[in-house]
């Protein structure tokens, strides 16, 4: 099983960034996916979800600006990040989990700095 995570960067305020989660070794379309960061000295911040049926979840803090999506032929995970602000700059991992697995990918760093 492989999550790979692509697409972060450094960026200036209210920019944009589009993140890749690729997904291989499990039935993408089972699982529901997320996205998590976490913020250098900080814990983990759950961003957003899509589920199986293709309901979408975000955190208050991102509503509105980032918009997370799959393209299941491509077993890819995508988030797409507007508006960046300086308080978006974290690692940004994909998750993928059932009621019984979960994996993770190794992360992609977003810096939002002028």
């Known amino acids: 099983v492989q999550l790979v995570e692509s697409g972060g960067g450094m960026v200036q305020p209210w920019g944009s960034l589009r993140l890749s989660c690729a997904v291989s070794?499990?039935?993408?379309?089972?699982?529901?996916m997320s996205w998590v960061r976490q913020a250098p000295g900080k814990g983990p911040e759950w961003v957003s979800a899509?589920?199986?049926?293709?309901?979408?979840y975000y955190a208050d803090s991102v509503k509105g600006r980032f918009t997370i999506s799959r393209d299941s032929a491509k077993n890819t995970l995508y988030l797409q990040m507007n508006s960046l602000k300086p308080e978006d700059t974290a690692l940004y991992y994909c998750?993928?989990?059932?009621?019984?697995?979960?994996?993770w990918g190794q992360g992609t760093q977003v810096t939002v700095s002028s």
């Open positions: 998750n993928g989990k059932t009621i019984t697995q979960a994996y």
């Open positions: 070794g499990f039935t993408f379309s089972n699982y529901d």
């Open positions: 899509l589920n199986t049926g293709g309901s979408t």
